[in-house]
């Protein structure tokens, strides 16, 4: 008896110590292909501070304090997650103008043809300030720029209109910039994950949807995903699934399954509108 137990205990530490070096492993992996981004040009990182004397100012420089060095770390972290190599089709970016302005909303993006336009609201930045919590304002901000980042370097669905006059366009656009944001740790996983919904929602329901599908289907998904603009003209998410996936998946099949599997719906209930 007390051999079988010895045995068994043999076992499980072995599986412990292979299931650590499988993290490491993917770890290991992560900062490899990351690596082959150090010398890609990610455009001249213009910043500017135009609201010096706000709050949200003070406290942005307290936290960041190479603006420019932390937008291109932030960019080749874009970049890794949405193309395989610096080799790939890549949206050219020559300059990005990166703004701190006193100013309503949270961040955009702007500009078109490799001259690209960010703003950050450094109202934004004091309110997400309040009870003085300094980590909270660099999640938030990562986080942030993480999303418009991703709009300045991805592809664009083709065949179907524009961000403007075509919600699955639109979809597609902010839901990747939230699945970047997503897959990069800029979430606060389950907690800022939202229930139910529609992938036709974008931002963080289409978001979380794609990176489940590359956790679930495909770990190269979200980078085959963002190429599919490039190969299935014109552009459906059915059609794009079915040209990453496999002709035996659809996505409204595929959007069941996933709020299945994480108990937004009960097995066999259909989805409440």
Request: no cysteine.
């Amino acid at each position: 008896m007390t051999r079988k137990i010895f045995i068994i205990a043999i076992l499980m530490m072995s599986a412990m110590v292979g299931h650590a070096s499988n993290k490491k492993g993917e770890t290991r992996k992560k900062a490899d292909t990351l690596s082959m981004w150090k010398d890609y040009f990610v455009g001249n990182i213009i910043f500017q501070d135009k609201a010096p004397e706000s709050e949200g100012s003070s406290i942005y420089h307290s936290i960041i304090t190479q603006p420019e060095e932390y937008i291109k770390e932030q960019a080749r972290a874009v970049l890794n997650t949405l193309y395989f190599s610096p080799e790939d089709s890549i949206v050219p970016v020559h300059n990005l103008r990166y703004t701190l302005e006193d100013s309503k909303g949270i961040s955009a993006k702007g500009g078109s043809n490799g001259e690209i336009r960010i703003f950050y609201s450094t109202r934004h930045i004091a309110s997400s300030f309040q009870g003085n919590d300094t980590a909270k304002v660099a999640f938030e901000t990562r986080g942030v720029l993480l999303h418009e980042l991703t709009h300045a370097y991805q592809l664009e669905p083709q065949g179907i209109g524009n961000y403007g006059n075509n919600k699955v366009f639109w979809a597609f656009i902010e839901g990747m910039a939230d699945a970047v944001r997503v897959a990069n740790g800029g979430f606060h996983g389950e907690k800022d994950r939202p229930k139910g919904g529609s992938y036709m929602d974008g931002y963080r329901r289409a978001g979380y949807f794609f990176v489940w599908l590359r956790d679930t289907k495909d770990p190269e998904f979200l980078r085959k995903f963002n190429r599919s603009t490039l190969e299935v003209v014109p552009w459906s998410f059915d059609g794009a699934i079915k040209h990453v996936l496999g002709q035996e998946y659809d996505i409204d099949t595929l959007w069941h399954e996933y709020l299945t599997a994480m108990g937004d719906i009960k097995q066999g209930e259909e989805e409440k509108e």
